[in-house]
């Protein structure tokens, strides 16, 4: 079930990415965080401790956010572990979290 506002809204049509190799449904203009939060997904890292981290401030300032992304970033042709809140989303991206 997802846990976008559907109602009184209208978006593109759906693109896919893969998260840890399943893949889910995302928007062209949303972040990668609001994909997965969206997918049911809320555990993006690890601290240092091992526990499980996700989006606290949703506008870059954190870092609780860090995702790998493996492949779809603009700009970069390597892996790289970025901001989920801040990155947006593109059709056959993958990224990787902590399991
Ligand atoms: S949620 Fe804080 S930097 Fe992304």
Not at 54 to 65: A, E, R, T
């Amino acid at each position: 079930v997802s846990k976008r506002i559907v109602q009184g809204v209208t978006r593109e049509t759906p693109i896919s990415i893969a998260v840890n190799d399943r893949d889910i449904c995302a928007y062209p203009g949303e972040s990668v965080a609001t994909a997965l939060l969206a997918a049911g997904i809320t555990g993006f890292s690890r601290d240092r401790r091992g526990r499980s981290r996700g989006p606290f401030c949703n506008m870059g300032v954190c870092y609780d956010c860090l995702v790998l992304i493996e492949y779809g970033l603009e700009h970069r042709a390597e892996p790289a572990r970025v901001r989920a809140c801040l990155t947006r989303v593109q059709a056959g991206m993958r990224v990787r979290i902590p399991e």
